[in-house]
């Protein structure tokens, strides 16, 4: 809760409160010189909690320009996401722009709380990664002329500026390739299916399965939430089949990583036993062990398209995209999928 009161709050309440130095608090709000991602963030929230008003802000409200990006995201606490913003990041660099971060931590009610306030705070321009709830506050965006960009979100509408990747077409040929190698049962671990890209992968696994004459079925498809918890317990429920599966496709890496140490914990063997696929080729996939087969997702790239596109709204309000973006994936063959000894049919 803000600490706001009648007293007038200085940049030295700030610096205490923030536990930095009044000289890094003026640098954040004024000259743009470069502050670390975490002090700039503590920073920031900080003055919002004494209810600190800077001077760039009141240029703002002068119509003067402020140089600030908002960028929400779900979480911070893997690799997907830190791609995303590292593309961010760089795209920025060299530039008088800087981020304001803020996480919803996957709650659909603070997305847009957090939409409104950066909105109607410092930023000039907005990137959400991962929209939950956009219906709820893109009418608001476009009434203001609002410049923004969703990320991974092919948008709820034709006219929706967003950035993703071809999710339907990776998930297609990540189950075909399994089918290939000779895989009928294929268990299925979905995402979160109220995000189109979740959507987008069962469909392109159900549809590959049809191609190839398999019958889709249904206790082979168990749902997840992107998270490795839910990968785990998936897993878990698909190993206990009757007739279980010999290969698990993941919705993403981090899913696929909570499957592969549920195998583990059964006794049984990645790839020798059951083979996994994930999505998203996060750095950790490289590391993993069995290094992991997925679908590769430009994250980074992804991040700087964003960026660009959203300069662009800034800058030259006329030069509005306003057609999705689409991105290429491609499947990166690794150690953790195994032909099977049997023929296609």
Known sequence: MSKRSNKKVTIFDVAREADTSYSTVSRVFNDGSKVALATRQR???????????????????????????????????????????????????????????????????????????????????????????????????????????????????????????????????????????????????????????????????????????????????????????????????????????TAIFASNDLMAFGAINAIIDAGLHVPQDISVIGFDNIPQTELFRPRLTTVHQPLEEMGRIATRMLLQQIQDPSKVPHQGTLLTTELVIRDSCRPLNTSLS
């Open 43 to 245: 920073v920031i929230e900080a003055a919002e909690r004494l209810g600190y008003i800077p001077n760039q802000q009141a240029r703002s409200l002068a119509g003067a320009q402020t140089q600030i990006i908002g960028v929400l995201t779900p979480r911070l606490d893997n690799g997907y996401v830190s791609s995303i913003i590292n593309g961010i990041d760089e795209e920025i660099v060299g530039t008088d722009y800087r981020l304001l971060l803020y996480t919803t931590h996957r709650a659909e009610q603070d997305e847009e709380k957090y939409v409104n306030r950066i909105v109607n705070d410092l930023a000039e321009g907005l990137i959400v990664i991962v929209p939950r709830h956009p219906e709820a506050y893109l009418a608001a965006l476009r009434d203001k002329n609002f410049p923004y960009v969703f990320v991974d979100h092919q948008g709820i509408s034709e006219n929706s500026i967003s950035i993703s990747a071809t999710n339907f077409r990776g998930a297609y040929e990540a189950t075909e390739y399994l089918i290939n190698s000779g895989h009928r049962r294929i268990g299925f671990i979905t995402g979160n299916l109220d995000i189109r890209s979740g959507l987008d992968r069962l469909h392109g696994y159900r549809a590959a399965l049809q191609d190839y004459g398999i019958e889709v079925d249904q206790s082979l498809i168990r749902n997840g939430d992107f998270l490795p918890k839910s990968g785990y317990i998936a897993a878990q429920a698909l190993l206990e089949l009757e007739n279980c599966p």
